[in-house]
Every structure is written in structure tokens, then in C-alpha cells.
């Protein structure tokens, strides 16, 4: 079992910046790919981005590309996602999720544990 917490999001105006944290607790953190994902209101959860377990190969939504990125310091147990350059359509609320089988990929049924979210709001 793996327990996730998020934390960091917040109100930004457009073109500012959030840095998401996501804390790990529970079985090995080290052992689980991460991904980031993001629901909206009336919206499908959609994928943001992603790392392997080591962090060293990365995968983002094209919507998000060159903005955000995805880390991971697995000697504190925590995957985080800079975001900058924000826009209102990234409203949403923010989810990181783990995946047993190293998956990182944007398929919401390959991972396997899910935070509660952090709500992050975009102003224009």
C-alpha cells in the first residue's frame, strides 16, 4: 500500500508559476513509476506527465510540453511538477498517482494509487 499526499497548489495569475508536491508514504516509493494528472469540472481525468521509478526518462501531454516537469527526490519519498508559464485552461485539480509495473505513460488504469488532489486555479 501506498499512501499520497499532494500538496502546493494554489491561486496563480496567467504566466506565473506552482511547483506541486507530491509525498509518498508506505511500501518502497523507489519501486513505482509516478505520474501526474489533472480533472477539471465536467471534464475526463486527464494525464500530465509522467517519470520512471529513477526519474531519468519523462513523458508529457503535449498541451503541457516545455512548460511543466516532473521530478522526483526518492531519498524523500516526494515526485513534484513545476509548472510555469500557467494559462487558465490549467485549472483543474491535480493528482499524482503511482504505478507498480513502471508504467508512466497517460492510461489512468495502469496506476495502481491515487492522492486526494490539490486544487490549483489559473486567473487571467
Known amino acids: 500500500q501506498v499512501t499520497l499526499a499532494e500538496s502546493g497548489g494554489g491561486l496563480v495569475q496567467a504566466g506565473g508559476s506552482l511547483r506541486l508536491s507530491c509525498a509518498a508514504s508506505?511500501?518502497?516509493?523507489?519501486?513505482?513509476?509516478m505520474g501526474w494528472f489533472r480533472q477539471a469540472p465536467g471534464t475526463e481525468r486527464e494525464f500530465v506527465a509522467g517519470c520512471t521509478w529513477t526519474g531519468s526518462s519523462t513523458y508529457y501531454a503535449d498541451s503541457v510540453k516545455g512548460r511543466f516537469i516532473i521530478s522526483r527526490d526518492n531519498a524523500k519519498n516526494t515526485v513534484y511538477l513545476q509548472m510555469s508559464s500557467l494559462k487558465p485552461e490549467d485549472t483543474a485539480v491535480y493528482y499524482c498517482a503511482a504505478a507498480p509495473n513502471g508504467y508512466y505513460g497517460g492510461r489512468t488504469d495502469e496506476y495502481r494509487y491515487w492522492g486526494q488532489g490539490t486544487q490549483v486555479t489559473v486567473s487571467s
Open positions: 508506505g511500501r518502497i516509493f523507489s519501486n513505482y513509476a
